[in-house]
């Protein structure tokens, strides 16, 4: 039995590519095709597709907002995302989020039907090439929870402050407490952290969702 596939991109040459190359062999099916998130996110809730291959970069939703929605209404489809973006921060948004795959758009058309049959079997897939750098960038945050949980209620309430750009002063007057005692915090916080300077306090808040930066 064929696989039952819908492809969401919105650009309608890549989705009748892909839509030509999987249904060659007769392994695969596509049932819907979409053109960006909100028309995604629609047709789903009236097909019911094995898999989705979803790009990230779409108007209206991008594929990330797409992968939210659908954990929010509960709908249950194998979601492997098929984008340009080599980048881990990509990646790791949309494990976090759920996804089952991740695919870059220039892998071989067997990657792309393995990747299809694995997600499609209950396991993940991960581009290769990627997963080395995966596991790097997931040590690393194991290490950057650690440091959070060594700080203290306190120090974590200035610490997002700095984050925002706030000034010593800045920061005393909004936690109601004196210059002196917010300079002990950031020498304090620096330490665990493992930072020198305001700059990478922040960037280092940013990069753990300490703070939302819109």
């Known amino acids: 039995m064929a696989v039952n596939v819908m492809i969401a991109d919105d650009h309608s040459m890549i989705r009748e590519g892909l839509k030509q190359l999987l249904e060659l062999e007769g392994d695969f099916q596509v049932i819907a095709e979409a053109c960006d ?19 990230i970069n779409m108007p209206n939703m991008n594929g990330l907002e797409v992968l939210k929605k659908l954990k929010e209404k509960r709908i249950k489809v ?4 098929l984008t340009v973006h080599n980048e881990v921060e990509y990646l790791l948004k949309a494990v976090d989020i759920g996804m089952n795959g991740y695919l870059l758009k220039d892998s071989e058309s ?9 997600v499609v079997g209950g396991e993940d897939y991960i ?19 650690e440091k959070i949980e060594n700080l203290t209620k306190r120090e974590l309430e200035v610490l997002k402050l700095l984050a925002f750009g706030m000034y010593n002063k800045e920061v005393a007057e909004r936690l109601g407490i004196s210059e002196r005692t917010v300079k002990n915090h950031v020498s304090n916080i620096f330490k665990k952290i493992s930072v020198t300077d305001r700059t990478q306090a922040a960037v280092f808040a940013i990069r753990n969702n300490l703070i939302s930066v819109h």
């Open 37 to 55: 998130g909100v028309d995604c996110i629609q047709k789903l809730e009236t097909v019911s597709p094995d898999v989705l291959l979803l790009d």
């Open 110 to 118: 067997s990657e792309l039907k393995k990747a299809i049959l694995t």
């Open 78 to 81: 194998k979601v492997l995302v």
């Open 127 to 145: 581009q290769p090439s990627l997963i080395p750098v995966l596991n790097a960038k997931m040590i690393d945050r194991d290490k950057d929870s």
